[in-house]
């Protein structure tokens, strides 16, 4: 059986710096119509960045949680950039560190209710430290922690970003 | 130093069924003043069932990515709702299977830079499975793999959602 629904009209909400928002009419496979609330997203990078057996976290106020959170490097995919060269960017835009190559780990769906935002994960093992630069208005604390601290940090709560916790998935997977 | 944002003017954009989507106009700590897009969710719950050493995922038309999905059953919490119970009615609504008790692994935050959505986590090892009644528009299958399916169809690229991987990770980390 077709499970896919059908537009029937769309409607735009709102265009941000971030997101896009739009409520969508869509005809279900049963005949009913019903709403589908979608946030468009161009997409992430984040870097499970992992040297001398310590993990690369960083701690930066987020908004919309108005606390502090303990993540791997992130950012979004700007305009017409690949995945990696987005992941490399931030890594260094973020903490300094200039890495050659990255591996793919995955690309995982954060919100699939309603959102369509992918974040694509890479494992860095080798990069070297450069001066760094921040943008008065990014203020990021850069750690290293081994990986069992970090599993721990987990376990009792006190990271709780998803894509970071992806991430050690992947790693512990490969 | 203090890495606070302060709200200075807050717009609301969009009260839909999901989401809610705000703007606002905040104070950086530079003294800059700049924009963050927050999309306000009231929270979900999944369910990592595991039993027989079978892990169970629903399969789902998700129609912000356009594209069927393996995931952990979940949902949203509905108001006034303590989590466990927005769990325990869940897998009953998607699959069936009726719990008495669930152990919780975490919260995670699946998109920290424009949701404040948390998604509780619990774990449960023992359901009996009664009939199930679905919604029309409800077109939900059940599956049961073994945990060594499930990790592979992760490194795969099979399963890609964020709570089911999260789940496993808690899980394995227990």
Do not use: W
């Not at 974040?119 to 990986?147: G, P, Q, R, W």
């Not at 894509?163 to 050690?168: D, E, F, N, P």
């Amino acid at each position: 059986m077709d499970k896919r629904e059908k537009l029937i009209k769309s409607t735009k909400i709102y265009d941000g710096t971030v997101i896009h928002l739009r409520e969508d009419e869509v005809l279900c496979p049963s005949g009913n119509h019903s709403y589908r609330e979608v946030v468009d997203h161009q997409g992430g990078v984040a870097i499970l960045f992992i040297q001398n057996n310590k993990v690369c976290l960083i701690k930066q106020f987020r908004y919309a949680y108005e606390e502090e959170m303990l993540e791997i490097p992130a950012g979004k995919i700007e305009k017409n950039e690949d995945p990696l060269t987005t992941g490399l960017r931030e890594l260094e835009e973020e903490t300094g560190y200039v890495a050659k190559k990255a591996t793919y780990l995955g690309g995982i769906y954060p919100s699939c209710g309603y959102t369509n935002e992918i974040i694509h994960l890479y494992l860095v093992t080798e990069a070297t430290k450069k001066e760094v630069h921040f943008d008065e208005d990014e203020n990021i604390d850069t750690y290293f922690f081994s990986l069992e601290e970090v599993l721990e940090m987990v376990k009792k709560g006190i990271i709780k970003d998803a894509k970071t916790i992806c991430a050690l998935q992947y790693y512990q997977n490969l």
